[in-house]
């Protein structure tokens, strides 16, 4: 979904981000219906004040209009604000000629980038997994976020093992089971892989059991538990933080409200001393990650198969060198979008 925001100066500001087409038209709908009403006239630089009319305003979005009691519409209020509010700021960083990054206070110029990888696949075995994070290193990337959770705890210990004697001790190496076990299967995993040197596990509980679950298995294990891709609302992630569940919060600026909230959520999270990373989407994540001392890793998907918008749509990608991707210089969010792209795909 790509957005754009025009003013009457000539300046424009555009944000592309989501990865799944199943809410696209329910997104744009309620961007076309009411928030281009409701923000036409305004002051652009005034962004706290445009995201909470967004946020706060009473739009009828079905289930009698109450939105909050619905997970599924909750997410298309947040992914509209989360379009707007980025387009915005890149806009902001136009109209007064600086990166975001730096727009947003500025606290390096480069941010370790990782790729997400290790994926399931039939006829993929260890040999071939092997191949991929061996890959991985070879292209200049710091580490992997490495999928475990779809086989029994006792073979993916065996993969994680396995790839660690592979890549050397110097290799990040995350792990992401995507809420996939019982808080006793996620501890026992951990124990496993605690002499591996593993720089966190995310959500390692399913969706129901996100706080005391966390807590559970946080309580049981050396390894930082990282959360928050399935939270949408910095409320939410203050009830993480609040409970003990977590040393990282992931969240998602394309999905849950935009760059205001997730820098509410970091500023918050660091007076916890919680970490802060950013659920895939480099073009935005670089920036925020870029901005706050408490941050970690930018993840990637390095293979066009898994994510050709990243390879297609941004003329040209920021540079990754020694594990690192390096900030644009560019104003706003750095990246310009490749019209050709932008109107072959257009619906």
């Given at each position: 979904?790509?957005?754009?925001?025009?003013?009457?100066?000539?300046?424009?500001?555009?944000?592309?981000?989501?990865?799944?087409?199943?809410?696209?038209?329910?997104?744009?709908?309620?961007?076309?219906?009411?928030?281009?009403?409701?923000?036409?006239?305004?002051?652009?630089?005034?962004?706290?004040?445009?995201?909470?009319?967004?946020?706060?305003?009473?739009?009828?979005?079905?289930n009698?209009?109450?939105?909050?009691?619905?997970?599924?519409?909750?997410?298309?209020?947040?992914?509209?604000?989360?379009?707007?509010?980025?387009?915005?700021?890149?806009?902001?960083?136009k109209?007064?000629?600086?990166?975001?990054?730096?727009?947003?206070?500025?606290?390096?110029?480069?941010?370790?980038?990782?790729?997400?990888?290790?994926?399931?696949?039939?006829?993929?075995?260890?040999?071939?997994?092997?191949?991929?994070?061996l890959?991985?290193?070879?292209?200049?990337?710091?580490?992997?976020?490495?999928?475990?959770?779809?086989?029994?705890?006792?073979?993916?210990?065996?993969?994680?093992?396995?790839?660690?004697?592979?890549?050397?001790?110097?290799?990040?190496?995350?792990?992401?089971?995507n809420?996939?076990?019982?808080?006793?299967?996620?501890?026992q995993?951990?124990?496993?892989?605690?002499?591996?040197?593993?720089s966190?596990?995310?959500?390692?509980?399913?969706?129901?059991?996100q706080?005391?679950?966390?807590?559970?298995?946080?309580?049981?294990?050396?390894?930082?538990?990282?959360?928050?891709?399935?939270?949408?609302?910095?409320?939410?992630?203050?009830?993480?933080?609040?409970?003990?569940?977590?040393?990282?919060?992931?969240?998602?600026?394309?999905?849950?409200?935009?760059?205001?909230?997730?820098?509410?959520?970091?500023?918050m999270?660091?007076?916890?001393?919680?970490?802060?990373?950013?659920?895939?989407?480099?073009q935005?994540?670089?920036?925020?990650?870029?901005?706050?001392?408490?941050?970690?890793?930018?993840?990637?998907?390095?293979?066009?198969?898994?994510?050709?918008?990243?390879?297609?749509?941004?003329?040209?990608?920021?540079?990754?060198?020694?594990?690192?991707?390096?900030?644009?210089?560019?104003?706003?969010?750095?990246?310009?979008?490749?019209?050709?792209?932008i109107?072959?795909?257009?619906?």
């Amino acid at each position: 979904l790509v957005t754009r925001v025009h003013t009457d100066e000539g300046f424009m500001g555009e944000a592309f981000g989501g990865d799944e087409d199943m809410t696209q038209n329910e997104i744009v709908a309620l961007i076309r219906d009411h928030f281009i009403p409701m923000l036409i006239g305004q002051d652009p630089r005034m962004i706290e004040d445009l995201w909470s009319k967004m946020f706060f305003s009473k739009i009828d979005l079905g289930n009698r209009g109450l939105h909050q009691l619905d997970m599924r519409n909750r997410g298309i209020l947040t992914q509209a604000i989360a379009a707007v509010d980025n387009a915005l700021w890149d806009l902001l960083g136009k109209i007064y000629n600086v990166p975001l990054y730096k727009l947003l206070g500025g606290y390096r110029d480069r941010v370790p980038i990782i790729a997400i990888g290790g994926y399931y696949k039939a006829g993929k075995g260890q040999d071939q997994l092997n191949d991929e994070m061996l890959h991985y290193r070879e292209i200049g990337l710091a580490g992997v976020k490495f999928k475990v959770g779809k086989v029994s705890v006792k073979e993916d210990i065996a993969r994680v093992t396995r790839v660690r004697e592979v890549v050397g001790d110097d290799f990040v190496i995350t792990c992401d089971a995507n809420q996939a076990w019982t808080p006793q299967e996620a501890i026992q995993f951990c124990k496993g892989v605690e002499p591996l040197n593993i720089s966190w596990m995310e959500e390692p509980v399913r969706w129901y059991d996100q706080l005391d679950g966390l807590k559970m298995v946080r309580d049981h294990t050396s390894i930082p538990i990282n959360a928050g891709q399935g939270e949408i609302t910095s409320f939410g992630c203050r009830d993480l933080i609040t409970h003990g569940a977590v040393d990282i919060i992931n969240v998602d600026a394309t999905v849950m409200a935009g760059v205001t909230e997730w820098r509410r959520i970091a500023h918050m999270a660091g007076l916890f001393h919680v970490n802060m990373a950013h659920h895939e989407e480099p073009q935005v994540a670089l920036h925020l990650l870029a901005s706050v001392p408490n941050a970690l890793f930018v993840e990637i998907f390095p293979s066009y198969e898994r994510d050709p918008m990243w390879f297609d749509l941004p003329i040209e990608q920021p540079r990754i060198k020694d594990g690192y991707m390096e900030l644009p210089t560019g104003p706003g969010l750095g990246i310009q979008l490749n019209e050709e792209i932008i109107e072959r795909y257009r619906v």
